[in-house]
């Protein structure tokens, strides 16, 4: 006796519904999707006649196209039905079908040489050398140190007037300018020969050292000095201020009494 004689019946059933494909709904969807060209229609381009040119096989003329006017409709398959004005010239690019089919000749046969590599459009630009860069940088500075010197220079004589415009004033005043700046520049060399260069305290011997700590530690010293002889008479002249004040005080308030 079989104990479920259904069985059979019911379980070829449950799995052709588990395993049939869902059924795809009649609703349409919203995905957008992009328009379909128009058929080429009365176009061929491998009809064309190239008058002494050999296209290469891989080179479609149909991706070449050409402008009938300023008012020519652009968009997907523009220009497609209108016949080739000029065998030897295709202008969507505004480039000549020549230099356009020689370019991808080259780049073809660049890319096998580096192995399927995609070669560069541009050319390479020679980097100059770091010698030749500090060169130009050397003479633009020099050129520019002229300029700014020759400009210093008009600026100085457009400011002084001619001597013989100049009033009596005018020609003392200028006279008293140039004897002080004079007098300033001899001032400086002599300061400049007095005080001769300190040698540097790497190259001092060990008694030139200890002089050297001796000197400084006087300049110290008196600028110490001087800081608390300044800090001592400010204090006096405040002492002195609030005594005057304290006073001037008292005076007035035994008038008022």
Known sequence: MVRYPLRAFIQPAILRRLCDKPKLSNKPSNTPRPPKDPPDEGYQPTSVDHDGIDV??????????????????????????????????????????????????????????????????????????????????????????????????????????CLQDMSEEELKEWCKQKEEDIKKKEQEKKDAKCSPKEKNIQDMSEEELKVWCQKKEEDIKKKEQLKKDAEAKDCKEKQNTEAAEKTKCESDENKKD
Do not use: W
């Open 56 to 161: 290469a096989p891989f080179v479609r003329p149909s991706s070449f196209r050409q402008f009938s006017g300023p008012d020519e409709k652009l968009g997907p398959g523009a220009g497609k039905a209108l016949p080739y004005k000029n065998s030897c010239y295709f202008g969507y690019h505004r480039f000549s079908f020549m230099e356009l089919m020689s370019t991808a000749v080259e780049l073809r046969d660049e890319r096998r040489l580096d192995g399927g590599l995609q070669a560069s459009i541009e050319a390479d630009e020679e980097s100059e050398s770091g010698d030749n860069q500090l060169e130009t940088m050397k003479k633009l500075e020099g050129e520019c140190d002229a300029i700014l010197a020759n400009q210093a220079k008009q600026a100085e004589k457009a400011k002084e007037k």
